[in-house]
């Protein structure tokens, strides 16, 4: 997070918890503190129980809970199921709909120690219709979609971290948006047991934070492994990948992206440009129209049964995967499985590729959450990316850019953005 972060790194905050100089009450109830003084306005969380969160951070104290993630409190995006919370997956036609367990990132976040603060806000199914939380750097424009709570919440200081997920740039877009870090790690490193998935070979579930340690902390933590930076002497190649969708990034985008790269280049890092080959260029047409057949299967009972009470947007994108035939999608399907066989390809010489995370500052106002088209191919591709917000816009909003990773090289793209990050006038707080 920028140089005034209410908190430490989850680094620190565990090793102050296991010395007792910081107890796992102080962070829940920084949190709780934020959350009465802001959500009101921001609108972030859909359910959160401060008694609840108050006996868990308890018993981490007490020594009842330990682990990997002790004490450390996140947030968990409203399409994740959890028993201790509803989960409504941004509809009213689960309004207080209950789960009799959690998924499986709660539940190995709770093994690990961590401190559940509740459930945050999602676009309806994690899609295109907003819900209605406002982004906290400027609570007239959007926090982004679908994962909008999970960021504006971790960028207001609510929770340290917050679980999201992705379908085409769900994390990427609104990590930018709000000033904080998107990790969509590759896919299935994070199993989606548990989560409403709206297209099985693309949904990821993945991390907003407010540094690139604690999101490979949080990821990582599930899994028995601490985070480690990369060492001092580690050297980088990144390529500056050219493609079509540049062309919808405004000019300030460009130039952020940009001067950070000049940044990049002046610190040692070696940068390379490089074009994205044709047939990946087709592949991002197909995602859209997969993600829509996906849809309208994932969705079938919702529209089958309640098709009325659905957002007129989510009908409409239902509707147009009527017209997408089995033989269409099973071509695409082919496409997208051969170009993930050759995808080291695009690497070749470089550790991560450097592209847009979003056209441009967040938008004003909160019936549009912006275009997910940066995260669409390297969704489908089922690599890792890192978004990192840059430098602030002529708005007043930052704007950003992404690293994207080898497929199930996520450690490595961790080590390479968190060393990046350092370059960032958002992140580090000097202009």
Not at 63 to 85: F, S
Not at 267 to 283: F, N, Q, R, W
Not at 367 to 379: D, H, I, M
Request: glycine letters at 10%; one cysteine or more.
């Amino acid at each position: 997070m920028r140089a005034n972060s209410p908190f430490p790194s989850i680094a620190q905050a565990l090793e102050q918890i296991e010395t007792g100089a910081l107890r796992a009450r102080d962070l829940a109830e920084h949190c709780l503190e934020r959350i009465e003084a802001r959500d009101t306005e921001v609108k972030a969380f859909v359910a959160h129980d401060a008694g609840r969160v108050r006996a868990r951070a308890d018993a981490v104290d007490a020594g009842e809970c330990k682990g990997l993630l002790r004490g450390i409190p996140y947030a968990v995006k409203d399409v994740i199921e959890t028993a201790e919370y509803p989960t409504g997956y941004g509809s009213p036609l689960y309004l207080g709909n209950r789960s009799a367990r959690d998924a499986a990132c709660v539940a190995l976040s709770k093994e690990e120690g961590a401190v559940l603060l509740g459930k945050v806000v999602t676009s309806e199914f994690a899609t295109q219709t907003p819900g209605p939380t406002c982004n906290p750097l400027n609570l007239a424009h959007t926090p982004g979609g679908s994962s909008s709570g999970s960021a504006a919440a971790v960028a207001d200081g609510m929770a340290m971290v917050a679980w999201g997920t992705q379908t085409t740039g769900s994390i990427t877009r609104p990590a930018v948006y709000c000033g904080v870090v998107g990790y969509k790690p590759s896919f299935g490193l994070v199993s989606t047991a548990g989560v409403s998935v709206l297209s099985p070979s693309q949904d990821t579930v993945g991390v907003l934070a407010r540094s690139v340690a604690d999101a490979g902390a949080l990821v990582l933590g599930i899994h028995g492994r601490r985070y480690e930076s990369a060492p001092d002497d580690a050297r980088y190649t990144v390529g500056l990948c050219l493609s079509s969708q540049w062309q919808h990034a405004s000019g300030q985008a460009i130039d952020a992206l940009r001067n950070w790269t000049a940044k990049l280049a002046a610190s040692g890092i070696a940068v390379k440009e490089c074009v994205l080959p044709a047939a990946y260029e087709a592949l991002i047409a197909d995602q859209s129209r997969m993600v829509a057949y996906d849809a309208r299967q994932a969705l079938a009972y919702e529209r089958l049964t309640a098709n009325a009470r659905l957002s007129p947007r989510l009908r409409e994108r239902l509707a147009g995967g009527s017209l997408i035939g089995l033989d269409e999608y099973l071509a695409m399907q082919q496409r997208a499985s051969a170009l993930r066989c050759g995808v080291d390809g695009l690497f070749d010489g470089v550790d991560a590729l450097v592209y847009p995370a979003a056209d441009d500052e967040a938008e004003e106002g909160i019936l549009q959450s912006g275009s997910p088209r940066f995260g669409a191919l390297w969704t489908l591709l089922h690599v890792p990316t890192v978004a990192l917000p840059l430098d602030v816009g002529r708005g007043g909003l930052p704007l950003g850019a992404q690293l994207v990773g080898r497929p199930r090289r996520d450690l490595s793209l961790l080590q390479l953005a968190e060393h990046a990050s350092a370059f960032s006038p958002w992140l580090t707080g000097v202009r």
